[in-house]
């Protein structure tokens, strides 16, 4: 009885792992990583409003943004115009592979898209602001 039982919930456990699955979300992920480059040395850099760090001139930062939901960079700097930049994105060509999974439906339309929004990606690995400051 207990091996049939615990036989049903690792079942269970490999059967929803598959279908919870997609080739966007293997494959590429969740999360974008992009690059942020300002000119001015000590400039703020914040993400949906998180403090992300200070820049420095030569050594872009890395930030990982969430491929759901809208993210916007922000840099303010002293003396300096606040610059804002939201990301933006296209569709993925990987998540086309989910219609060889099982038609799009649960790979592409309850995981890529409904789920996770690993269906697209940012258009772009690095951004660059240029402030205009006093």
Known sequence: MIK????????????TSVLLS???????????????????PGAKVFINEV????????????AEIPKKG???VEVHAE?????????QRTIDPVTFLG??????II?????????TNAFV???YDQINFYLDCN
Request: aromatic residues 6%; charged residues 20%; hydrophobic residues 45%.
């Open 4 to 15: 049939s039982n615990f036989l049903h919930w690792r079942f269970i456990i490999i059967l």
């Open 22 to 40: 997609s080739c966007a979300t293997i494959i590429n992920g969740t999360t974008d990583q992009i690059k942020i480059a300002v000119d001015r």
């Open 51 to 62: 403090p992300l760090g200070a820049s420095d001139s030569k050594i872009p930062l890395m």
């Open 70 to 72: 809208k993210v916007v």
């Open 79 to 87: 003396n300096c115009k606040s610059e804002y930049h939201s990301v």
């Open 99 to 104: 219609l060889l999974i099982d038609g799009g």
């Open 107 to 115: 790979s592409i339309l309850g995981v890529d898209i409904l789920a």
């Open 121 to 123: 990606h940012a258009d």
